[in-house]
Structures are given as structure tokens and as C-alpha cells.
């Protein structure tokens, strides 16, 4: 039985929203511009390549669905668990748990634990694990051997998929150009195409020479160990993605009106109106932020305890806080984004286009739409795509600290959240954090890297030098 | 022997392509000289003289050729070591920009700026430095030295600024100054200043004179030799004498057609815009704008033609060898212009009436944001225009002349006064008859890059008017209308599915223009409509307006500083001095017979293409006055040369001389007995 929960939902309509955006961008040549210059970037072009692989996680990640129990007589029954299409894919990840901590490839637990022997004996050792290298009869001699072996075949794999997609792209490119596969080779071999692909290829290549050895190896081996009740560290950090990516993406949805409309009609109208939203935010930003997400997170969260019935699974109530605090970030985080349009509107109400639309009669509201939106949508687009990963690292941060999101939801936040106690454990479990970590640098420093991109291509002040001397 | 000497410099932007603003430029300037670079924008003076400096943008590049200063041994520029650079400029050759606001450092008093240079350059400190900056100071006419500077730039008015940046220039007392459009940005009586100080100093220091304009009116008055420049290449240098008495290039000859005259019933112009740089030029450059051109012009580019008298020219037109090398033409050159034929008919029914308008900003102060005092913008106007003529609206910067407009829309709402227009009063209407009202009365803007919404295309622009006002109903017949007003207005139909940013400046005001006719006004308000085009493209525009005056019989308010404009286009002027008119009549009475000390202050003041020496430039001291706080009296006696006592004390009445032709001024009796106006 497929399930949207409500983070789904706006997901899949900022999803379409994307793609209303990118049919009218590709329309029209003024709005294309710019975004060919992203297109013409290489850093920008190399995070997006990373980004693909993060939203794409993120994406199979939201479509959830309740998986039908075994048939008894006549009604189906619905398990209460929500699974996504993600969990699907990586069933062998979410189903192959531990008994508790193990490290990164191992093929024993972490702890030592009595053990009975057959003959009824019983010893203290590190227990085998029951799915991570299992097929080994002696790890001990066997396991280094067989990993290498492992991700030799599937550098191998890696590399052949590589050039079947760099093939494909060459030849689409070819196809569109009217040129030979070879020539078209050798440009983009050289760089000599307008959009960088041999960086998109290069970049493409080293993802694939991390990620598919670590999906080879994931069949027998918990790449990133496992943690406290035994899951695989992996899967966890792959789950995080997308709630990483929905407090990124959704909340500049809920702030985007109120900065949009608070900060044009602070612009424009000026007087009593601009004061009045200018109390409201800089009020607002005198509040420490973090206190009034924790007061409005409790708040919720006591709402939700006392009515469980409002929720019929675990993950829809998890969901409902998620969004609440997409919500939240969002009320908080618009003031920035708010000045900015007021300043920029205050400019642009007294160009002389505007002028020009006063002198017609033109509505105001008119106006406000058909000349100031968009001419300050560089900003907005500029500010959301620079907002992301701050958001990112906020919900990490926010779970931390315990009032971000529910306990039971995978988080970045969460798993630092829980693996920060093993950190004072000797010997260390230090592969939880590694792992959180490190897929959050890659996400945040690709998203940055791409804003970059995407800043210098719609700033009009980057490029003046280049309009002068024109 | 020439003091600098540059020979087939070129220089390379790498922007995307390369782009070629210097291809080939050579020249000499000699020890004292005044040299003249002429031409339209985007036709690489500025590079020449970046170049030179070797202070181009970074994506420039001097590809090739030699710049030597000469001063006993040679010293080749472009081989230079940049520390060395850094030594020879501002000590042996300096330079001066065109925005002197953007040139200063805000947050240094200009003492200490002019200090930076003599401690770099000349090592002097202390006593002695601060000696030579008050020196400096005096030297370019700033008074009361002492104190100015210690003055920050946003203490000084735009003229003074500049005079700051020429004593910076001069602090080392260089060999060559280049002067990079120094009076551009300033209204025409600071910039007869600013010459007279540049010549003054010159002839006192004898240094050589770089100078960037575009404006022929400054040639004449400044250049011994002038070099014309079109698309990175000289086309024309010859002598001040020769070059205003017989210019030779097509070029040149058109650029004199195109600039506007009394009299000249149309303004030659020249078809299509200045190429692109980025390309090879295997012909001449501006063939496929030049009527003389023949098939040899598009098939070899014209070497350098050297003529007597040391004049040059790049044309196949004076080449020897060429069969039918026309110095005819130059010779059977007449102005293009043809006379007015027809004076245009009188109406004398006022179309629209101001009567004592004022528009008052206040200026608040304190937490309680109360009223402290009002600035002035515009106190007590009165004018009429009658259907189908033009009223030419002239001052200075900050005289109020734009406001003036704006609030005949109500764009700016007025504090006082009224405004009929068909004998409806404006300010007193209500919103939805305003509305109505809206459609007869449009505005075209000065800066055709502001006044085009860049996210809308053509078509919507136009359109949006006859929407708003409900002229036309119909969506087809709004677009059949848009593509009427693009022929009426010299486009095609087939640009309205553009943007803005694919046309050029020209073709932008073109653009406003039939925006505000779509909505068929009966007057239209031009605020400065063609301040930011260039001579050619200004003929154009100023073409377009009077026959549009013609065919539609259009009222214009006609807001300018430049008076050649008002010669070509006014029927009517009105002088405003601070907010007030001090002089209104017929074009011939007030650019014939003056009687405003101002108004004639600011007619010699203009440059003219008649040779300088002829005409008496009367010099005005110091700038205009703050509105915030207006001389009593007459406005203007600290700066007239013919102030009286009594100018102090009260505001002059008017004085008529005719029954169109007023002044107030003490100079000549009062005769309020028509009425006050």
C-alpha cells in the first residue's frame, strides 16, 4: 500500500515546482543565461555531478509504502512498518543486523561475550558475526585477502561502468552535435567542450570508485561497522541523506513567502509598512534562534505525546515532527533573506521602468509581480541555494542537542547524537561518527561548491568587470 | 620631437573571444600639446589611454606595438618592469578620470591623498609636503586651502572633486596627463571651469595633454591636434584648424552632420551601430555604415593616407592611386541638415498650465523622525504649453528640472501649486479619474538601460500601457497596435519577442518611445532623453521626436541640460536656477537675446564648434547653492557678476521684454502689470 507522508508530499511538489521551473527557464533566453554559466563552471559542475548521487538516495528515499503481511483468509493486512524504495533496494543493509557494535569490516563483534561451544564448554571471546564475512571459514587469515580481492573486482566493475556511461554520453552528445564519436571524444577528452564534461566524467569516476566498491563489499562486509543495537552503520548514514535534504530544501519553502512577500512590501511601499516589518524581524532576530526552536520543538512534541492517535505509524509521527521542524527553521531563518529583498526593492522602485509603470496607471500589485519578483529572484535563488547546507548542519547541530528530530528518524543529528558517548569508550567506536561525518562533508562541501557556482553565475556585481570591457 | 610616441599598439580583451578595442592605433603628442582623442563609446579611447598607463582590467592585454616616452633617452613602456611602472606613474605621466566621486578614496581627507603622491614620488614629508599640498590646492583654484584640506570627499561638490583629482595629477608635475572624459560627469558651468583650469596649467607647466572626449564642443575649445578613433582605429588626425574647418573621413564629416543646430529641420544620422570587435577586418571598418563606400571598401582595408598640412586619414576616399579619389567630396560637403523649411504652425491654445508649483521634500530628524527644515526642489514654477510645441526645461544638475517633470505625473506628488492639463486640475483629481488622465500624459527617461524592465520582452513592455489604461480591450488588437508603434518608431515587428538587452541604447529609447506613444498621449515629458547616447545615436532619437511632433502633434516638455538640443528642438525655453525659473520665452528670444545673467552664463559656457577664441566665456564662480538652505534673495547673486545690493535682499519680480519673454533679475525694471507670473 503506498503511504505520503507529508514530507513526501512537498517534496514531490517542489520536485514539480523544479520542473515547471526548468521548462519555462529553458524557454526563455534571458533566464537560460545565467544557469549556462553554472552549466559552464567546473566546480559547479563537479558538486552537481556528487549532488545527483545525494539526491537521487534522497528522491528513491521519499516514495514509502507499506508492504503487504503474509495473506490469512480473504483481507489483507498492511504491515505498520513504512518502508520506502530505498529500503527495498538495500534490504540485505536494513535486514543483515548484529547482535551490537562491530567495526568496519570485521568479522567479529566488538565486545567480547561467553560462548558456548559445541561440546557445552564455554570461553570469553568476540563472537563471529552472523552476516558480516560470514562465508569466511578463517577470518583471520582470510578476511584481508578476500576484501582486496573484493574491491579489486569491483574497481573493475566501477571502471567498466564508467566507460559505458562515458561512452553514452559521448555518443548522445555526438548524436546532438552531428559529429563523429571520435572528434566528439577527443573534445571532451580535452576539454574543448563548452559544458566541462571531462570534469563531470572525472568527478563521476571517483564517486564510482568509491561507491561501488562499498556496494560490492556491503553484501558480506558492514562497510562502516554497525552500531549500539547492531544496524549497519551505512545504511543508516544513506537514510540520513534524505532527511538532511528535506530540512535543506523545505524549509526555505515555508520561509520563501514570508520573506518574498514582507520584503518586497517593505521595499515598496516604504512608511508605516516598512517599519512595521522591519520591527517584526529585526525583533525576531534578536531572539537566540536556537531557543525558540527548542521551546517550539518541546511544545510539539508534547502535543504529539498526548494525542498517539492522530498517528497510525511510527514513521508518520516521526514525519509530522520533521516537518514541524522544517516549519520552524523556516520562521526563524527568513529575516536574512527578508533584508536582502527590502534592500534590493528599495533600489529597484525608483528605476525608471517602475516609474514608467506608475505613469500607465499600472496596479500596484501588478507591479509588485510583473516588475519587482523578477527582478529579485537572482537573490532568492541565490540565498536558498547558500541556505542549504547551513540548514543541513543546523538539523545536525539541532539534534544534538535534542530538539531536533524525532528520536526513531535516521539523522545526521541523530547518529552523531548516539555515537557521541562511544567517542569516550576505550577502545573507540569511532565509525559511526567517521561516517556521519564524512557523508555530511561531501553533501554540505558539494552544495557549497555548487552555490558558489550558482552565486557567481546570477551576481550581476561578479560580472560587471566582464560587461565593461565588453 | 614628440614626447610621447605610440606606434600600432593593439590590445586584446579575453573575454570569451578576443575582442580588439586597440588595433593598430599610432600617434605622436609633443611637449605641450594638446592632444584630442574623439570618438563614441565602445570605441576603445579609454583602452589607448589604459593601455598606455599599462593599467588595463585583467582580462586585457597588450598584444603588440610600442609606447615610448621620450625625455632625453627613450623609454619603452610596454617593456618596463612593472615596479618600474609604478615609478613613472602619476610622477611622469598621470591620470585623470571621468567619475571624480568614484576616483577618490572616501575615508581619506583629500590632504592626505594628495600627500600619498608627493611621499611616493617626490619623498617629500612634513613641513615641505604640506607646503607643496596647500600649493596644489591653490593651484587648482580651490580657495581657503588651509582648511580644505583637511575636507573629505563627500564634503566637496562634483567640480571640486575633480579639481582635487587634477592637483593629485599634478602633484608630481608629470610630462603627460591624461585626461579620460574629465568634464563629462559635470553640469556645463563647472566644466568651462574645469577646461579653463586644465588650459591654464598646461600653458603654465607645459605638459603634454592626453584628452578622452567625445564631445566636439570640448575638442574645440581644448585640442591643438585632434585623432578621431572608430572601432580600435584611428580614421582622422589633423590640426584644430583643419579638422573644424574641412574634416575629411566620412566619419567625422557625419559626426559633425549629427550634431543638432538651430535651424536644421533634420539631423543627418548614421545607419547601424559601431561592429563588433571580435572579429578580423578585412575592409573598411565603417563601410557598411558609410554612404560613400564602394566595392573597394568592402574588399581591402584603407591604409593610412598622409596629406599635407601633417594630416592623416584612413579612407580610400584620399588615396592617391584610387581612381575617383574624392577630395570632392570633402569639398562639396554641405551640412546635412536641411533648412527648416516651414516654421511649424502656432497653436496657442495651453494644453497644459503650471501655475506656482512646489514640490518641498522634508527632512526629518531625531528618533521622532520630526521635520526639521524642507529641501527646496522646486518653488514656485509656472509655465504653459500649448498642444504641439515644445517647452525646453534647462539648468544645471539639482535645479529641480527633473522633479519639475515627475510631479506634472504626479509620479512625485506636489506640496503646492497647481497643474491643468485641458484645463483639468491634475493634483486635484481623484485615483481612477487620474488613471484616465494618465493615457494623454506619458514620460521617456534618461538612462535607456533603467527604463526598460529587462525581464519583460519588447511586445509585454508596450503593451502594458494600453492594458493598464483599458485603451485597448482586445489582446490581438494590442498586438497589432505594438507592431505599428515599432514601424512608427523605426523597428521591426519582428523584435517585439525580444529582450531588452539584445537591443542597444538607441534602439532601447526608441523602444520607451513607443511604449508611452502606445497609450496616445497628447504630451509627453522627456527627461533627458538622450543624455546617455551618443552623437549619432542622439540625431536619431531627436529625428524620431520632432517628426513625431509633426505627424501626431505631440506636446513636449523637454527637460535638458544640453542647449545645442534646445536649439534644434525648442519652440519655447525656460531656465530654472535652484528650483525656480528665472527666464522664459521663445527659443530665438532667450538664445538671442539673454537677459538672465545666468541664462548667459550657461549659453557661453556650452562648447561651441566656432573657434573658442571668438566667443566670451563667462565665468562663474562656485556651484550651485544647497536647496536645503537657498541664498536670500535673488538665488543666484553669489555667483553673478553683476550682483547688486538689493539682489540680496528680495526675490526679483518679472520683467517682461515681449509677450512671451520674461526674466527676474534687478538688472532691468520690474513690469508686474501683466500678471505676476
Known sequence: MPVVLWTDALIYLLLAAVIVFVVVVRRREHLLAPWQRVAHSRSGMAAATVLVFFLAAGLLDSVHYRPALADNGGERNYSVE????FDLLATQLRT???????????????????????????????????????????PANELAHDVLWRSGLALLLALVIWLALAAGLVAWLARRRGIAWRDMARQVWYGKTEIPWHVVLLTLAAMLVVVVPMWVLSANYHVFGTDKVGQDVLYLALKSIRTGLVIGTLTTLVMLPFALLLGIAAGYFKGWADDVIQYVYTTLNSIPSVLLIAAAVLMTQIYMDLHPELFETVAARADLRLLFLCVILGITSWTGLCRLLRGETLKLREMEYIQAAQAFGVSQWRILTRHILPNVMHIVLISLVMEFSALVLAEAVLSYVGVGVDPSMISFGTMINSARLEMAREPMVWWALLAAFSFMFVLVLAANLFADAVRDAFDPRVQTLKVKTA | MSLLHVENLQTVLDTGGSVRPVDGVTFDIARGETFALLGESGCGKSLTALSIMRLLPEVGRIAGGLV???????????????????????????????????????????????????????GLRGEAQQQRVLELLDAVGISDAV??????????????????????????????????????????????????????????????????????????????RVAVMYAGEIVEIAS??????????????????????KGKARLATIPGTVPMLNREFPCCRFADRCEHAWALCREQAPAWTLLEGGRGVRCHLYEEHVAGSAWSVAKSEEPEGTRMSHPPPVTRYPLLQVESLRVHFPIRKGVLQRVSGYVKAVDGVSF??????????????????????????????????????????????RRDRMRMLRSQLQIIFQDPYASLNPRMRVAESIEEGMAALETVADAAARMRRVDELLAQVGLSAAMKYRYPHEFSGGQRQRIAIARALAVRPRLIVCDEPTSALDVSVQAQILNLLKQLQDELGLAYLFITHNIAVVEFLAHEVAVMYLGRIVECGSAEEILNTPRHPYTQALLSAAPRLESAGERRVIKLSGELPSPINPPPGCHFHPRCPHAMPQCRGEYPQASRFSATHHAHCYLYPSNPLNDGA
Do not use: W
Open chain 1, 82 to 85: 513504512v518502508l520506502s524504495l
Open chain 1, 96 to 138: 543483515h543486523t548484529e547482535k551490537t557494535y562491530s567495526a568496519p569490516l570485521a568479522a567479529h563483534l566488538f565486545a567480547k561475550e561467553n560462548i558456548s561451544l559445541a561440546d557445552g564448554r564455554q570461553v570469553r571471546d568476540f563472537p563471529r558475526l552472523v552476516h558480516g564475512g560470514a562465508h569466511l571459514p578463517d
Open chain 2, 68 to 122: 615610448r616616452l621620450q625625455d632625453g633617452d627613450a623609454l619603452d613602456l610596454l617593456a618596463l618592469p612593472e615596479t618600474a611602472m609604478r615609478n613613472l606613474r602619476g610622477k611622469r605621466m598621470a591620470m585623470i578620470f571621468q567619475e571624480p566621486a568614484a576616483s577618490l578614496n572616501p575615508v581619506m581627507t583629500v590632504g592626505e591623498q594628495i600627500a600619498e603622491v608627493l611621499e611616493r614620488h617626490a
Open chain 2, 147 to 224: 582648511r580644505r584640506a583637511r575636507d573629505y570627499p563627500f564634503q566637496m561638490s562634483g567640480g571640486m572633486k575633480q579639481r582635487v583629482m587634477i592637483a593629485i595629477a599634478l602633484a608630481c608635475a608629470p610630462d603627460l596627463l591624461i585626461a579620460d572624459e574629465p568634464t563629462t560627469a559635470l553640469d556645463v558651468t563647472i566644466q568651462a571651469q574645469v577646461l579653463e583650469l586644465l588650459r591654464e596649467l598646461q600653458h603654465k607647466n607645459g605638459m603634454a595633454l592626453l584628452l578622452i572626449t567625445h564631445d566636439l564642443g570640448v575638442v574645440a575649445e581644448m585640442a591643438h
Open chain 2, 240 to 261: 584644430r584648424e583643419q579638422f573644424f574647418s574641412r574634416p575629411l573621413h566620412p566619419y567625422t564629416q557625419k559626426l559633425f552632420a549629427a550634431l543638432p543646430q
Open chain 2, 384 to 429: 504653459d504649453i500649448a498642444a504641439g510645441r515644445t517647452l525646453a526645461l534647462v539648468g544645471e544638475s539639482g535645479c529641480g528640472k527633473t522633479t519639475v517633470g515627475k510631479s506634472i505625473l504626479r509620479l512625485i506628488e506636489p506640496s503646492a501649486g497647481t497643474v491643468r492639463f485641458g484645463g483639468e486640475n491634475i493634483g486635484a483629481l
